[in-house]
C-alpha cells in the first residue's frame, strides 16, 4: 500500500477533533480556549486631531494633496531597511521616500486624543489582556510615489519592548500601495481611505509588504508598538480552573511513570528574537496559552521554562500547475494589484508541497519562570513536541530547494523559529535542566559538592546517565575542565568515569593537568588508564581515531606532560598513560600511511606526521618513558627509506620547538641514522646519460605487470608498443599512475586490438638530480643542527 501523502494545506487540518495522544489532545485544548485576538487590526479615525508641521513644506491638510505630497518627496531620502545587522539601501527591495524625524513636528497633546483611545482598542484587537497598555513611538514618515512599493520583509525589533509596529496612514487621493499582513497561513489586506485616518497595529514577527502605488501618493507614519505590563500574568486571572485540570491531566497521561527523564514541548504561534523573548512580553493568544500552559504545569507537579524553537522541515514537493488568469495562488488580481515574485528568489509558488519527510526541533535560549536565561542546546524528538498551530503554516526564515538527484526526488527544507514552552515533571528536575545546558548541570553538581552534599550530588549525577554521552558533547571542550573537578568531588568511580566519557583527548589541555593527576591519583592508575583508552578511541580502528586535530593535539603534548610533572601527585604515571595510549594510534597511522602506493602522497602523509612524532617524542623524554621512547627510536630506523620523509619532519619540528631533549628523547640517534642513510644515498653513483632503467615497485605479480617490470627494467629500451584490450590496458595505465612513473602513456586507436604506446620520459633524470639536492640539503642542515653537537 502506498503511503498517504499529505500537502501543505492537509497538514494544516490535521488536528483531529479527539486527539489520539496526550500531547496532541494538550494542544487542542489550547487552540480551542484562543482569546478572540488576531496577528493585525485596523482602526479609522477623523483626522481632526492630527496637526503636524514638517520643516521646508509647512503644516500639513489633510487629506494629503498631490502638490504637499510632492513636496515631501523633495526633502526626503531614498528609505533604508534592515537585513540582519546590516542597514541597506536597495530600490528593488525598498522603494519609497523617508521624511526625516527631525523635520517633523506633530502636537502630541491633540494627537493623544485620539491615538490613546485607538490604542487602547488595538490591543484588545490584537489579543492583548487588559491590564496591558500599547504605548507609539513615532519612528518616520514614508511617502510612496506612483510605483514605489515595500518588498516582503520582517520589522526588526528596535527597543526590548517594542512588540509590534504601527502604521497610520494619512488619507489622501491614492490607489494601489496596500499594505498586506501575513502571518500563520493567514493573510490580511489593508486599504488607505480618503477621508480617514487608517491605523493598522500588527505584531512584528508578521511579514508583511506594501504593493505598488498605481495613482497618487500613500502618506504614512510608522511607530514602533511598545508594551507596558505583563501579559502572562494579565491573561492568567482569566484561567478556567476546569480547563487547568484538563490540560493538567494531559501532562500526567504523557508523563506516565517514565523512569527516564522527558518533557513536552508545545510550540507558541509568533517568533521572537532572544532580545525580546520574556514571558511578560508574549504577543496575544501566545500570551493567553503560556499562562493556561503554566496553571496547568502547577497543577501537574511540573517545572515549566520557555525557549526558542528552531524547526527544520524536509518536504517532498512536485511541481506546481499554473493557475491560469487567477494566479498561482488561485485567487483573482484586481486592477491595482500585480503578482510579486518571492523576495528571496527561491521560487517556492513554482511547487507543491507533498509528504512532509523529517522533522527536528532544536531549542535555546531556556528562560524559567523568573526570567533567568541559561544558555541551552537541545534536539528534541517529536513524540515531545505539540503545537496548535502547524509549523507548515507559519512563513520561514531560511529555505533551500533541491531539484530532482537520481534516486531522490524534488525535496524542500524549511527552517522556522517559534517560540516554545517546555514542561517537565518535578522529580526529573535536575535531569532535564541538565540534557538542556550540561555545563549549568556541571554547576550545581559542583555547589552540591562544595556544600558537603557529596551524597546529593551522586543521585543527582545518576540521573544524567540515560543521555550524558550525547548531551556534554555538544559543547564538551568547555566542559572539561569541570567535568573532571566534579568527578573527583562525587567519590563514586563509576559515576566519576560516566561524566567523562563524551570528551576526546584532543580537548585536554595543560590547565586541566592538575586536575587529571589529581584523578588518577583518587581513582587509580587502573581506572584512569580506561579512561584514557576511551579518550584515545580504542575501540575505534587508527584510520577512524586519527584525525588531523589529533596530530595537532600531539604536538602540544609535551606541555601538557610538563605540567603533570609539575602537579604535586601522580602527574608522571599519567603522562606515561596518555604518552603510551598515544603511539599505538600513531604508530598504526604510520604504517598505513607506508602501504600508500602514491609515492607523492605517501611523503606528504609521512611528512604531515613528523611534528606529532616529535611531540611524541619530547613527551617520552619529560615523563621518563624510555621503554616507549626505544620502542618509537627503533620503528623510525627500519630498513625503509620512506621514513626518513617521517623522520626529518620530526627533527625539524623538535628543532622548531625549541625544547633542549634532543639526547633524553631519542633525537640524536634518529638524526644520526637519517644522515647515515642520506650518505648512503649519496654515495650511489649517478644515474648514466644512457640508463633508463625504471624500478616497478611490488604489488601485483600478472603477466601484465611482468612484461611492464621487463620493459620498464631494461636500460636501454625507451619504447614499447604492445597490443591490449581494453581491460587490459587499463590495468596497465593504473599501475603507471599510481606509481607516478615517469613514462608517458598513449593508445593508438587503430587495428584490433588497440596499441598501447609506452614511452619513458627525461622526468626520470629530473626527478633523480632534485632527489641528490634534496638529500644534500638535509644532510648540511643535519650536521649543523644535530650531528656536529
Request: net charge negative; hydrophobic share 40%; glycine share 6%.
Amino acid at each position: 500500500m502506498a503511503p498517504t501523502r499529505r500537502t501543505e494545506r492537509d497538514y494544516s487540518l490535521a488536528m483531529p477533533s479527539i486527539a489520539t495522544f496526550p500531547r496532541d489532545r494538550f494542544a487542542s485544548l489550547l487552540g480551542g480556549a484562543a482569546t478572540a485576538g488576531s496577528f493585525s487590526a485596523r482602526r479609522t479615525a477623523r483626522p481632526v486631531d492630527l496637526r503636524m508641521e514638517v520643516d521646508g513644506v509647512g503644516p500639513i491638510a489633510l487629506p494629503v494633496s498631490v502638490g504637499q505630497a510632492k513636496q515631501l518627496c523633495l526633502i526626503g531620502r531614498p528609505a533604508r531597511f534592515g537585513k540582519g545587522e546590516q542597514t541597506l539601501l536597495d530600490a528593488k527591495v525598498r522603494d519609497t521616500w523617508e521624511v526625516p524625524k527631525s523635520r517633523i513636528k506633530i502636537d502630541k497633546r491633540q494627537w493623544n486624543a485620539t491615538l490613546r483611545p485607538i490604542l487602547d482598542r488595538l490591543r484588545a484587537d490584537l489579543g492583548l489582556p487588559e491590564g496591558c497598555q500599547l504605548a507609539a513611538e513615532f519612528h518616520s514618515m514614508l511617502v510612496y510615489a506612483p510605483g514605489q512599493f515595500f518588498a516582503p520583509h520582517q520589522d526588526s525589533e528596535k527597543a526590548d519592548a517594542m512588540i509590534g509596529t504601527l502604521v497610520v496612514t494619512l488619507p489622501s487621493a491614492s490607489s494601489g500601495g496596500v499594505l498586506v499582513v501575513e502571518h500563520a497561513g493567514q493573510t490580511a489586506t489593508y486599504r488607505s481611505s480618503k477621508e480617514s485616518l487608517s491605523f493598522v497595529a500588527f505584531y512584528a514577527d508578521c511579514r508583511h509588504h506594501v504593493r505598488p502605488v498605481t495613482s497618487g501618493y500613500r502618506v504614512v507614519l510608522t511607530y514602533n508598538l511598545l508594551l507596558k505590563g505583563d501579559t502572562v500574568a494579565a491573561a492568567a486571572g482569566r484561567a478556567d480552573p476546569g480547563l487547568t485540570a484538563e490540560l493538567a491531566s494531559c501532562l500526567n497521561e504523557h508523563f506516565g511513570d517514565s523512569d527516564k527523564p522527558t518533557r513536552l514541548v508545545y510550540l507558541l504561534d509568533h517568533e521572537y528574537t532572544q532580545r525580546a523573548l520574556g514571558w511578560a512580553r508574549l504577543k496575544g493568544d501566545d500570551a493567553s496559552r503560556a499562562a493556561m500552559v503554566r496553571a496547568a504545569a502547577h497543577a501537574a507537579d511540573c517545572e515549566v521554562a520557555l525557549a526558542l524553537a528552531e524547526v527544520h522541515e524536509t518536504w517532498s514537493t512536485e511541481d506546481a500547475e499554473p493557475g491560469g488568469p487567477w494566479g498561482r495562488h488561485g485567487r483573482y488580481w484586481d486592477d491595482d494589484e500585480e503578482e510579486e515574485e518571492d523576495e528571496d528568489g527561491s521560487g517556492e509558488d513554482d511547487y507543491e508541497l507533498q509528504e512532509l519527510i523529517e522533522s527536528t526541533t532544536s531549542l535555546d535560549c531556556w528562560l524559567d519562570e523568573s526570567d533567568e536565561a541559561t544558555p541551552t542546546s537541545l534536539t528534541v524528538s517529536d513524540d515531545e513536541v505539540c503545537a496548535t498551530t502547524p509549523t507548515a503554516n507559519l512563513s520561514p526564515h531560511d529555505s533551500s530547494y533541491e531539484g530532482y538527484m537520481g534516486n531522490y526526488g524534488n525535496t524542500l527544507d524549511r527552517w522556522y523559529r517559534r517560540a516554545a514552552i517546555v514542561v517537565w515533571p518535578r522529580r526529573w528536575d535536575f535531569a532535564v535542566r541538565a540534557e538542556s545546558s550540561p555545563g549549568w548541570a556541571l554547576d550545581r553538581l559542583a555547589d552540591l559538592v562544595r556544600a558537603g552534599d557529596v551524597a546529593g550530588a551522586r543521585d543527582a549525577a545518576a540521573t544524567l546517565a540515560s543521555f550524558w554521552s550525547v548531551a556534554a558533547k555538544a559543547n564538551a571542550e568547555h566542559l572539561l575542565g569541570k567535568a573532571l573537578t566534579v568527578a573527583q568531588g562525587l567519590d563514586e568511580p563509576g559515576t566519576a568515569a560516566m561524566l567523562l566519557v563524551p570528551f576526546q583527548i584532543e580537548m585536554l589541555a595543560r590547565t586541566h593537568a592538575a586536575s587529571l593527576a589529581q584523578l588518577a591519583a583518587h581513582y587509580g592508575e587502573s581506572w584512569t588508564r580506561d579512561l584514557i583508552g576511551v579518550w584515545f578511541g580504542r575501540d575505534r580502528p587508527a584510520y577512524m581515531s586519527w584525525q588531523p586535530q589529533r596530530a595537532v593535539w600531539l604536538e602540544s603534548l609535551p606541555a601538557v606532560c610538563e605540567a603533570l610533572r609539575a602537579a604535586p601527585e601522580a602527574g608522571v604515571p599519567v603522562g606515561r598513560l596518555l604518552s603510551a595510549a598515544a603511539w599505538t594510534p600513531l604508530r598504526e597511522s604510520a604504517g598505513e600511511m607506508l602501504r600508500f602506493p602514491t609515492p607523492s602522497y605517501r611523503d606528504k602523509a609521512l611528512g604531515e606526521l613528523g611534528p606529532a612524532v616529535a611531540g611524541l617524542l619530547v613527551s617520552t623524554a619529560i615523563v621518563a618513558a624510555a621503554d616507549l621512547r626505544e620502542e618509537m627510536v627503533a620503528f623510525l630506523r627500519q630498513d625503509n627509506d620512506d621514513l626518513v620523509v617521517c623522520a626529518m619532519s620530526a627533527l625539524r619540528a623538535a628543532h622548531k620547538s625549541k625544547r633542549q631533549t634532543h639526547r633524553e628523547s631519542g633525537l640524536d640517534v634518529i638524526a644520526r641514522h637519517c644522515a647515515a642513510r642520506l650518505e648512503a644515498r649519496l654515495a650511489r653513483p649517478a644515474r648514466a646519460a644512457d640508463d633508463w632503467s625504471i624500478e616497478l615497485p611490488g604489488g601485483c605479480r600478472c603477466e601484465l605487470c611482468q612484461t611492464l617490470g621487463a620493459f620498464l627494467g631494461d636500460p636501454a629500451q625507451r619504447a614499447f608498443e604492445w597490443p591490449l584490450a581494453e581491460q587490459r590496458r587499463r590495468h596497465v595505465h593504473s599501475r603507471i599512475d599510481q606509481a607516478e612513473l615517469p613514462v608517458h602513456h598513449q593508445t593508438r586507436r587503430s587495428g584490433r586490438p588497440y596499441t598501447l604506446v609506452l614511452s619513458k620520459t627525461d622526468a626520470l633524470f629530473a626527478r633523480e638530480r632534485e632527489a641528490r639536492q634534496r638529500d644534500q640539503t638535509d644532510l648540511a642542515w643535519l650536521g649543523r643542527t644535530f650531528v656536529a653537537r
